[in-house]
């Protein structure tokens, strides 16, 4: 029943591309290094699917693997071991599966330019950490793998690192990362010192024998977790990085900043519900957070106009759902509508991309228009994808945000009402920014007749259907059943039994707010373009506040970026660094340089004053050692004897 | 009685200690005041020897072969350090025809 499925190797198959490529990859030719780039995700992908087979034989999960002793030192002990359970496997089968597709599209996508073997060195190395973070048995490793997502999300938005901006977006997601991390690190020394333990399992256990563990510490460890997870994947108050990480190229965007990466937050919370379940007010501060930043995201989206960080506000507010989902306990759901957001989100950028690629790198939807009939692929798997996110009936998004909404709605109080209207309003935006953006690509006349666009290739289109049929039947498996499949890992919620009539009403609801999007989406970009040309000028406060995304980059940067550079500047580098370490450092090398000047002179180079010194030492040596010998019986031993 | 007739006419320990003593100082002072490469070399052979005297002298005086031992180590590292010595006191003379080791205090050739 214990067979070896030897899950190390998938996350050191990438590792291995990601050491060929990034080491030899400069000197290889292309075809060599796309297949190492290839192979590398494929492996897994194989590992994984034969894993699977476990996955519905729920007595043999979770399946642990233990690789050796990591630390082991007295009372701490952690180990390298990997755990497969139905919330590991899923979320493998999404990474490495998404993964893989996005890597095949990267191929045509990235074709053309310089760093190609760079590029999948680092997307390797992403799937190297993305699948450790995943498959880490206890808080540690998965630490390893949350700090190396980071590290490859950094160097891929920074790809093109001869341009600025995208220099300085790769710093931003580090930094605001790092303060996330910040958060998840104090989370694990809590952990630490209240558990001993950073295994989830012991833990879990540890909290499962004591009923009566409520709050308190709990609450400390679950809003540290929070921060971190809030950094990771881009919620109020960290959001702030995911907009500028676009960046990066368009399919790291799909792989690292919509489908994977950024829900690792949503991953490790459920991954840690045992934790969140004690802790009432920091699941509704989780609750809270995901609400508020579904709707946030979703108001800012409405005016952007690059087509990248429409998705990447996108991103944000759907990942607020997830956060939402989890806020509520409703764990499955929230990775139910993770896996479904990981097909569409994936294929809109994918699409994106596509679309940027046939216009030769234009981003701004202003200059498109009439795409329609030109890359007809590219229209139709991005029709889906909008359909999807929009809760469109049947498609996926449609069973994944109603499980959502339908939690939150029954999750009890006054607080969940809100925050199933938040989240029915937020649909509502949604299904209007996303037909916004796919009438002002695909419709009326090309407001730029200079390009020339032509559809792309297929090694492209192919990931395109494929990810669209996903984002079709993705959510046909039912909340359900999805639900029940998952339940062993992270618990069935023990809410009550939904009503059917109320859900059946929440379901009409929903897509009522989205049909409603739709309709003003239509009307003002499709039948009558002029009403959204003829909002700009006229520039209503509201509108300007939300095209200057309520102006939190330059609030942060007054409150917080601001000081800390006046700080450096006058106190760390003037004070601190010049006056007191410098001062410092030009002391003790006055000093050398003194004793040095002194000590030269014994340095003559003449053979017989060394021998006479090395002499005159031996002696004085020799008269120290001897000397008691000699005097002891009159002087010296007896002041020692204290008479 | 044989015994006490050999202790009767040993040389007193001390003896040995002054002669290894003052081979000791002429080895040292050679090597301080002479000039020639040479015969500094041959004042640290002398050292070397004077040492070598007192192992022996404490070996006999404590019964002990140890002493002994350390006197074979010392000819040993002594004979190949002479055989490494002369040959660079040779190439030095080639290089710069002299032995003064005044003249000779330079890294460089």
Redesign the interface.
């Known amino acids: 029943m214990n067979e070896n499925l030897h899950l190390w190797l998938i996350p050191l198959l990438p590792f291995a591309g990601f050491l060929l490529n990034g080491l030899l990859g400069r000197r290889l030719p292309k075809t060599i290094v796309t297949s190492i780039a290839l192979l590398a995700p494929l492996g897994s992908l194989l590992v994984v699917l034969n894993a699977s087979r476990l996955g519905f034989q729920a007595d043999s999960l979770p399946h642990v693997e233990t690789l050796g002793d990591w630390i082991n030192t007295g009372t701490l002990h952690i180990d390298f071991n990997v755990v497969l359970d139905q919330l590991s496997l899923v979320m493998l089968l999404i990474i490495t599966g998404v993964g893989f597709l996005i890597h095949i599209y990267s191929v045509g996508y990235m074709h053309e330019e310089e760093g190609y073997w760079r590029y999948f060195a680092y997307l390797n190395l992403f799937l190297f950490f993305m699948t450790v973070l995943v498959l880490a048995g206890n808080a540690l490793l998965m630490f390893v793998g949350w700090e190396g997502v980071g590290l490859a999300s950094y160097l891929l938005i920074g790809f093109w690192f001869q341009k600025t901006s995208a220099v300085d977006a790769g710093k931003k997601a580090f930094v605001v990362n790092r303060i996330g991390d910040f958060g998840f690190l104090i989370g694990l020394f809590l952990l630490l010192a209240n558990f001993s333990t950073l295994s989830f399992s012991e833990i879990a256990s540890k909290i499962a024998a004591e009923p009566a563990m409520m709050g308190g510490v709990l609450t400390a460890i679950a809003l540290c977790l929070l921060i971190g997870a809030t950094g990771k994947s881009a919620q109020l108050p960290l959001y702030v990085w995911l907009p500028d990480a676009m960046e990066g190229p368009t399919p790291v965007s799909a792989l690292i900043h919509a489908a994977t990466m950024v829900t690792a937050g949503v991953y490790m919370i459920a991954r840690t519900h045992f934790i969140f379940d004690r802790s009432p007010f920091a699941l509704s501060v989780v609750a809270i957070v995901g609400a508020a930043t579904a709707v946030f995201a979703a108001t800012i989206g409405l005016v952007q106009t690059d087509i990248k960080r429409v998705l990447a506000y996108s991103t944000v507010s759907q990942l607020g759902y997830m956060f939402l989902g989890c806020g509520v306990a409703a764990y499955s759901a929230a990775i139910f509508h993770l896996m479904t957001h990981a097909f569409f989100k994936a294929l809109l950028f994918l699409a994106a991309g596509s679309v940027i690629h046939a216009l030769g790198g234009e981003q701004d939807m202003r200059k498109m228009g009439g795409l329609r009939k030109k890359i007809p692929i590219t229209f139709w798997t991005m029709t889906m994808a909008v359909c999807a996110i929009s809760g469109f009936p049947f498609m996926s998004a449609f069973f994944s945000k109603d499980a959502i909404l339908a939690a939150a709605f029954t999750s009890g109080g006054s607080l969940g009402k809100v925050l199933w209207f938040v989240g029915v309003v937020t649909a509502a935006l949604t299904a209007f920014y996303m037909f916004r953006l796919w009438y002002l690509t695909f419709f009326g006349e090309s407001r730029n007749p200079d390009v020339h666009p032509h559809e792309s290739p297929a090694v492209m289109t192919v990931p395109l259907v494929i990810l669209a049929i996903l984002s079709v039947v993705g959510g046909w498996i039912g909340m359900e059943r999805f639900g029940a499949y998952l339940a062993p890992s992270v618990g069935a919620r023990t809410a009550e039994a939904a009503n059917s009539q109320i859900e059946i009403v929440l379901t009409v609801l929903a897509v009522l707010a989205g049909a409603v999007g739709w309709y003003i989406a239509h009307r003002m970009y499709h039948r009558r373009p002029e009403t959204a040309d003829g909002l700009v000028p006229g520039t209503p406060a509201g509108y300007n506040l939300l095209a200057h995304k309520y102006y939190v980059d330059e609030i942060y940067g007054f409150v917080i970026v601001k000081p800390i550079l006046v700080l450096s500047k006058y106190l760390l580098e003037w004070v601190v660094d010049v006056a007191i370490l410098g001062g410092l450092a030009w002391l003790l090398g006055g000093i050398a340089t003194l004793c040095g000047a002194i000590l030269q002179r014994w340095q003559s180079g003449n053979l017989r004053s060394y021998a006479a010194w090395l002499a005159l030492g031996a002696a004085v040596l020799l008269a120290f050692v001897l000397a008691p010998y000699v005097f002891g019986a009159t002087g010296i031993d007896m002041r020692w004897a204290g008479h | 009685m044989n015994s006490l007739h050999l202790v009767q006419n040993e040389v007193p320990l001390a003896w040995y200690l002054v002669l290894s003593a003052v081979l000791f100082c002429l080895g040292?002072v050679g090597?301080?005041?002479k000039r020639n490469l040479i015969t500094?070399f041959m004042s640290i052979e002398l050292m070397l020897n004077a040492v070598n005297l007192s192992f022996v002298t404490f070996a006999h005086q404590w019964h002990q072969v140890k002493g002994q031992i350390f006197v074979f180590f010392v000819m040993m590292v002594a004979a190949a350090e002479a055989a490494v010595g002369l040959a660079i006191i040779i190439a030095v003379f080639r290089a710069r025809a002299t032995l003064a080791?005044?003249r000779i205090?330079?890294m460089k050739l």
Do not use: K, P
């Open positions: 040292i090597f301080l005041i500094m080791v005044d205090d330079l």
